[in-house]
């Protein structure tokens, strides 16, 4: 009977425990307004799947730190797809509330991956769903960044015809939190491809977690042409002449990213012809409608050497290198210009006469400062046309591991010891045998705006530092070491700029061959061209080992349910009846264990 009590005893409270668990799932389905952030949290990221029903009107709120931005990316939104966006919807608001600033608005309707940024302490986002009884699921990842906070060679603009990139540190595993965007834009008449020569990111059926955003246009806004993850190798195409690609990343499962290539595709007769310059070559593009105007068709066609012979399929294209297919170098002051001509062989059916017009392409690729202005001349019977547009030179700066300077540094931020040895290497990307790089200047900064303080470690091509060693010039690379230091009373990154100059080799006279000049002469050694590469940040060990104690640094991903207290009781209710179980089972042993023991050791009676 005892057993028996205790048993029914226990049952009264796991009744009376599920219908705890039942009042509180209902409640949690009639509210479901949270807090995401404040004194109660406090996370720095947070992923959350939203699991939503009809007629549902749902406010959150994210409070960030000082000195922090929010940015928070609905990554997936399933609703219902026969809704209007004025009755089922997705709103954000900068602010602590719905009324403040409309950030923007999401639907089912929107062809885009809708993330939005705060600068304001707080951020709020309501979810609106209609009266159409249907299975609702939105994806949500938010997360707290700083500005100051810059990873390399994430985004930029790509103008050249054609071109190349790649996710941070690729082929590494990609920096954690990364929002990379990258605008694509060539010349008016043409298409994009775009072809993923490497994709490695994290799998999942919705790419929820990281993801890359091909985009038809100038910018996010754009139409979507696919949401990309896992592994493959995919080929997509604009419609126009601008296309934007972005790298999404969470804070776990890190794959090696991808890498990719672009080319520009004829489309039409906007202009009759084009040029387009970049470090290597020029691109010629000429309409075949233009030719039988004049009477001439693509076999006419010859540069400086005959040899060197286009392709032709809807377009007839020139892929001129500036060192070959005779191309003519000019060296002037502060300039270098790469100039071939092509002519139109005419066939002869008279050595009097000609009823053709005389034509001439001339090409020219101009490097100045800052930039390469692409000039082309069109002679035909002594009138002479041009066209102009701008472009860069491609240099880059970069960290290696050893003075072989074999392997590059990957990682970022790189973490180091202090007083190592770091090696740095400026790179001139270019076919061009005859040019040397200088590296003028170089400094440090805590921060990548290069704001006060700052550290010169070169300077007129002198050591600034102790333990700064410059390199002798060595072709397209100018390269330099120096040990690892920290700012006082400052961040703990270091950020280094240099001014890189580039020279004619031949040229004993140029800046580039004076080599260290502590006291400028007033008649400044010439050189051909310079520009400014950043590179960083670079931090101490400690400091990553700080920032792993600290638990900023999850290895896997907390999507959590909107409706975690409920979870969490569950779990607690399952382990008090475990807890019970256990009990009643040790209980019931020890009864019958002391029944058996009082039949075996009874005393028999004396009479």
Known sequence: MEVTGRLFIWAILAVSCGAQ?????????????????????????????????????????????????????????????????????????????TSGPLLGKACSRNDFVPVFESSSNSMTFQIVTGLTKFPRSVFIFYYFFSAATVIPNCGGDLRALEGSFSSPNYPKPHPELAYCVWHIQVGKGYKIQLKFTDLLLEMDENCKFDFIAVYDGPSTTAGLLKQLCGRGKPTLESSSDAMTVVLSTDYANSYKGFSASYTSIYIHDVNTTSLSCVSDKMRVIISKSYLPALNYNESNLQLNDPTCRPNVSNVIEFSIPLHECGTVKKIEDHAISYTNRITF?????????????????????????????????????????????????????????????????????????????????ATLHTSDPSLVVFLDTCRASPTSDFASPT?????????????????????????????????????????LKCKILICDNNDQTSRCNQGCVPRRK??????????????????????????RDSGLLPQIHEAEISNQPLSRLYLF???????????????????????????????????
């Not at 392409?361 to 692409?374: G, Q, R």
């Not at 040790?586 to 005393?603: A, E, P």
Request: some cysteine.
């Open 573 to 607: 209710s399952f382990m008090v009846l475990a807890l019970n179980v256990v009990i009643v089972a040790i209980t019931t042993v020890k009864h019958f264990l002391n029944r058996w023991m009082d039949h075996r050791y009874q005393k028999l009676q004396v009479y």
């Open 455 to 495: 550290y010169d470690l070169i300077s007129s091509g002198c050591c600034q530092d102790e333990t700064c060693k410059v390199y002798p010039l060595f072709g397209h690379y100018g390269r330099f070491q120096f040990n690892a230091f920290k700012f006082l009373k400052h961040l703990n990154s270091v950020y």
């Open 21 to 97: 668990l039942n009042s509180t799932e209902a409640e949690g389905k009639s509210r479901c307004t949270a807090s995401l952030g404040g004194a109660n949290l406090g996370e720095t990221h947070k992923a959350l799947v939203l699991q939503l029903s009809a007629n549902e009107n749902c406010t959150w709120t994210i409070e960030r730190p000082e000195n922090r931005s929010i940015r928070i990316i609905f990554s997936y939104i399933k609703l219902d797809p026969g809704s209007r966006c004025e009755t089922e919807n997705i709103k954000v608001f900068d602010g602590s509330s």
């Open 522 to 547: 007033r008649d400044i050694p010439s050189y051909k061209w310079k520009t400014d590469s950043v590179i960083g940040p670079i931090r101490l060990k400690r400091d990553r080992s700080a920032s």
């Open 345 to 425: 062989i005419e066939s002869p059916v008279s050595a009097v006469i000609t009823r053709q017009k005389l034509l001439q392409i001339v090409v020219t690729c101009e490097m100045e400062y800052n930039s390469t202005v692409e000039i082309m001349y069109i002679t035909e019977d002594d009138i002479i046309q041009n066209q102009s547009v701008l472009g860069k030179y491609n240099t880059s700066l970069a960290l290696y591991e050893s003075d072989s300077f074999e392997n590059l540094v990957q990682e970022s931020p790189y973490y180091v010891d202090l007083n190592q040895t770091l090696f740095v290497q």
